[in-house]
């Protein structure tokens, strides 16, 4: 079982990434996929989820109307679009699985991706 988080980079402030998770060992239409970022010296915060059935949660206010998730489960991924980036944004965004649910922690999840570094420049 393997989640590949890929997409993140340098990108100005304003601009926009999308992220992927990659899965492979089992077939992601009964799992959620949520995506989390860290920053030095604070703990992961819980971003925004999908779950098994396509519906989306928001955690972090903060990127309230500048990010999305979906998912396309032909190809077994999860993605992460984040527009309008500011330099806060700035973290290494994690992706993580679990059965069919959204959790706003990240103890639930038992899958996870190794993380994929996000700089915005102001």
């Known amino acids: 079982v393997q989640l590949q988080a890929s997409g993140g980079g340098l990108v100005q402030a304003g601009g926009s990434l999308r992220l992927s998770c990659a899965v492979s060992?089992?077939?992601?239409?009964?799992?959620?996929v949520g995506w989390f970022r860290q920053t030095p010296g604070k703990e992961r915060e819980a971003v925004l989820c999908i779950s098994s059935s396509g519906g989306s949660t928001l955690y972090a206010d903060s990127v309230k109307g500048r990010f999305t998730v979906s998912r396309d489960n032909a190809k077994n991924t999860a993605y992460l679009q984040m527009n309008s980036l500011k330099p806060e944004d700035t973290a290494l965004y994690y992706c993580?699985?679990?059965?069919?649910?959204?959790?706003?922690?990240?103890?639930?999840?038992?899958?996870w991706g190794q993380g994929t570094q996000v700089t915005v420049s102001s």
């Open positions: 993580a699985a679990e059965l069919q649910n959204c959790y706003p922690d990240a103890a639930p999840y038992g899958y």
């Open positions: 060992g089992f077939t992601l239409d009964y799992y959620s």
